[in-house]
């Protein structure tokens, strides 16, 4: 039998009081990437094997959601969108709005919702939020592919515009991640804030301009919108793809993603101290 | 002299006992009142009172040995287990390992109902640290050790609860660990499934594994384990060959019945 402690390069794992401020161990998250396949594979496959429709339900998805606002938004109260058929401007914001939802929702579940494995096993406990992650990016590429369609299909073109969407969408992650992480510790800590998520997701969607466009929102109110950073970037994602507004500068590219970024520090933080913890108070 | 495997030195771990429930969690509301309830003198019945579970623990366990941990409810077998498997972190002392360890507190982590036998050896595998290859390389003899035949592509959902335990211990005993934690999960399914893991568990005893187990049936402990170490309220009680300190043990449980 080999033995580990021959091989070069062995060191041997050290097991010490947990500190204040940790950061977890990305190397080792490395190691237990096979894990993190399975889990990703495991969200999906369960999702889908229950439904009738099974995979086909992810496509209809963001279809359903979008007809019934087209019905009262776009229909019933005409709305005005800046000359965008509604369905496509829906779609171009709900895209970004159920991204950043599903990724705070699971990364903020992530701890309590896995918690007999917890307790039961060791491995390196990020991988559960970021299994969550990538379970929800690939939503977000099946909305995207769906997004795709209605764009074509209204003669919106591909244009080169999309090559800024991978500094997009790794804004979108760590924003959303950063918050869905903070909350997800504070959920471990306070049982009762669990009720507060679902109505904070809610009300930020109205905060976000997703079924309306900002020109409808009185400019008196415009300092509360502008303060929710989705706002900004959705309004960036639809300048890609509905070739309208105004792209924000670099200068306000590096402040979000930096924000985005210590955001997403922050909750890195806070979780590891809560994944110590949660073992202890459950 | 075999080289040292795991090592312990001076472990303690403090829980904060709140009303007396171990742990328990807080609600916000109460972090609010609790400024108002100490200005009005209302001393909060859930004052942090702090209980050890482990105290001022060391010793060493050498590679290829098997030792027992024993000792009655709440003497900290439990909570050195988990300390030694990675799940919770002491409060104070410190723990080095110099093997590659692998615990089994549980079968079937992470198992999910949903899915096939087959995936769920996989996502098993994977919850105890083995490689995607290791698994697939032990596949075909962790489905023959369970005895599922055909049923390991029928969700697990549809399994009868012996089928269940039995795959979760197949995964479990087809790790390849150096050192093997393990607690109390020798007697499972019937009794010819129950041979059969208990040698199987000698047999990893004959590899040169080192394992650790914790148990409350003294015959898996005396047939597996060469030396006990004897927890009484979070301390070492006594450490030595297995049949000196169980005898002690023993003699202890019954004087104080």
């Known amino acids: 039998m080999e033995i580990l402690r021959d091989k070069p390069g062995f060191t041997p794992v050290v097991i010490t009081p947990a500190g204040k401020l940790d950061l977890p161990d990305f190397k080792e998250v490395w190691n237990y990437r096979d894990l993190l396949a399975f889990l990703v594979r495991r969200d999906l496959k369960v999702r889908f094997q229950q439904t009738v429709i099974g995979f086909l339900w992810i496509f209809l998805q963001p279809i359903i959601q979008m007809l019934i606002f ?44 896995n918690v007999s494995v917890i307790i039961k096993s060791y491995f390196p406990r990020l991988v559960l939020p970021l299994s969550a992650t990538i379970s929800s990016l690939v939503d977000f590429l099946i909305s995207f592919a769906v997004l ?34 903070l909350f997800g510790s504070l959920m471990v800590v306070f049982r009762d804030t669990k009720n507060l998520l679902s109505y904070i997701m809610i009300i930020w969607m109205y905060l976000t301009p997703v079924m309306f466009p900002m020109s409808i929102v009185p400019e008196e ?32 590219f590096l402040i979000s993603l930096s924000v985005a970024a210590v955001l997403c520090f922050l909750g890195l933080i806070a979780f590891k101290s809560m994944e110590n913890r949660i073992v202890d108070v459950m | 002299m075999a080289p040292v495997a795991i090592k312990v030195e001076n472990v303690s771990k403090k829980y904060n006992l709140r009303g007396g429930m171990e742990g328990s969690t807080i609600s916000l509301k109460e972090v609010l009142n609790a400024p108002f309830n100490k200005l009005l003198g209302r001393n909060g019945h859930h004052a942090a009172e702090p209980f050890y579970a482990l105290h001022d623990v060391s010793f060493e366990i050498k590679h290829g040995e098997s030792v027992g941990l024993i000792g009655r409810n709440g003497a900290g077998k439990s909570t050195l287990l988990k300390i030694l498997s990675r799940i919770t972190r002491p409060s104070a002392g410190r723990v080095t390992l110099y093997e590659h360890v692998n615990s089994l507190l549980e079968i079937g982590t992470g198992f999910n109902t ?5 995936e769920n050896i996989y996502l098993n595998g994977s919850f105890l640290g083995m490689k995607v290859r290791e698994i697939r390389a032990k596949y075909d003899e962790i489905v023959a050790f369970s005895e599922i035949g055909d049923f390991i592509n029928t969700p697990v959902k549809y399994y009868s609860s012996g089928m269940f335990v039995r795959l979760a211990f197949s995964v479990a005993v087809h790790l390849t660990p150096e050192a093997l934690l393990l607690d109390e999960i020798l007697a499972v399914g019937d009794a010819g499934f129950r041979k059969k893991s208990t040698e199987k568990m000698k047999e990893l005893l004959g590899s040169g594994a080192t394992i650790v187990l914790v148990s409350h049936s003294e015959d898996s402990i005396k047939e597996v384990c060469q030396r006990i170490i004897w ?17 002690s043990y023993l003699e202890f449980i019954n004087s104080a019945k």
């Open chain 2, 114 to 118: 949903e899915l096939s036998g087959q």
């Open chain 1, 70 to 113: 087209y019905m009262i938004l776009g229909v019933f109260v005409k709305i005005p969108t800046d000359n965008v058929p509604y369905p496509v401007f829906f779609l171009s914001g709900s895209l970004v709005f159920q991204l950043f939802t599903q990724i705070v929702n699971s990364n903020a579940y992530s701890l309590l919702g």
């Open chain 1, 221 to 252: 109110l415009h300092v509360y919108f502008y303060f929710n950073p989705l706002t900004s970037l959705v309004n960036a994602y639809r300048w890609v793809f509905l070739y309208q507004g105004e792209l924000p500068g670099p200068g306000d």
């Open chain 1, 148 to 181: 795709l369609v209605f764009l074509l299909a209204n003669h919106y073109p591909i244009t080169d515009r999309y090559f800024l969407l991978p500094l997009l969408l790794l804004i979108t992650v760590l924003f959303s991640s950063g918050i869905g992480l």
């Open chain 2, 231 to 247: 927890l009484d309220k979070g301390r070492v009680k006594m450490d030595g060959p297995a049949d000196v300190v169980m005898k």
